[in-house]
């Protein structure tokens, strides 16, 4: 079993939609939990970062963390052309994120 | 944040070759990372580069393999040895940035390699 899981899509939704982006993980340990978008032919994008559970909003994105259920989510509002994109859930057991963990990453589109 | 840049961006070697792939970063930082990330799979880490030291690699990753160089706080080359086709894939330098509640990684823009 790996590490962590993320369904890898591809997603496709229409442009305005609400969008869910999930992943589970195994490891108790890890307390710093991130997202980073891709586009293609681009390096990772750090999006958004939380420490141990809860909730973080940021314009039309909001990352979700439950540690008891091992989840994590990333919402996005009001879905535009622009997000279509990998996203990749990442997450760290210590407070310094030297050591991170990907998961695969979920490819996501946005149609017109 | 932190612009990083990497050289090439991409290359098409031949079989038993050796690329060394540069990353540049426009800031001083302590800890620089090495990725690969293949086809629809998520990213592996292959080794951290900490300026004055040996680097230190993940299991699955030798030196002889992926020879590593951190001559400074804002240069380091990683080194492809002997190539093979399963070597095809994109090769990711990153840097951390102390700040917060976590140390956020940031990314160059990868280097494309495939090897025939």
């Known amino acids: 079993q790996k590490e962590v899981e993320q369904d890898p899509g591809p997603l496709s939704v229409p442009e305005g939609a609400i969008v869910s982006l999930n992943c589970t993980y195994s490891n108790s340990a890890f307390q710093y939990f991130m997202w980073y978008r891709q586009y293609s032919r681009k390096g990772p994008e750090l999006l958004m970062y939380t420490y141990s559970s809860g909730n973080k909003e940021d314009g039309r994105f909001t990352a979700q963390v439950d540690k008891s259920s091992k989840y994590i989510s990333l919402f996005i509002r009001d879905s535009q052309p622009s997000d279509s994109a990998t996203y990749l859930c990442?997450?760290?057991?210590?407070?310094?994120?030297?050591?991170?963990?990907f998961g695969s990453g979920t490819r996501l589109s946005i149609r017109p | 944040s932190a612009v990083i840049s990497q050289k090439p961006s991409r290359d098409i070697c031949q079989r038993g070759t050796s690329l060394t792939i540069q990353c540049q970063v426009d800031?001083?930082?302590?800890?620089m990372f090495w990725y690969r990330q293949q086809p629809g799979q998520s990213l592996t880490l292959i080794a951290t580069?900490?300026?004055?030291?040996?680097?230190?690699?993940e299991s699955g990753f030798v030196i002889d393999k992926f020879p590593i160089s951190r001559p400074n706080l804002t240069f380091s080359t990683l080194t492809v040895s002997n190539m093979s086709p399963e070597d095809s894939s994109i090769y990711l330098c990153s840097v951390e940035i102390a700040g917060g509640p976590g140390n956020e990684q940031f990314f160059g823009p990868g280097t494309r390699l495939t090897v025939l």
């Open positions: 800031s001083q930082v302590t800890m």
């Open positions: 580069a900490n300026q004055g030291s040996e680097a230190t690699y």
């Open positions: 990442a997450m760290s057991p210590y407070s310094s994120a030297s050591k991170i963990i």
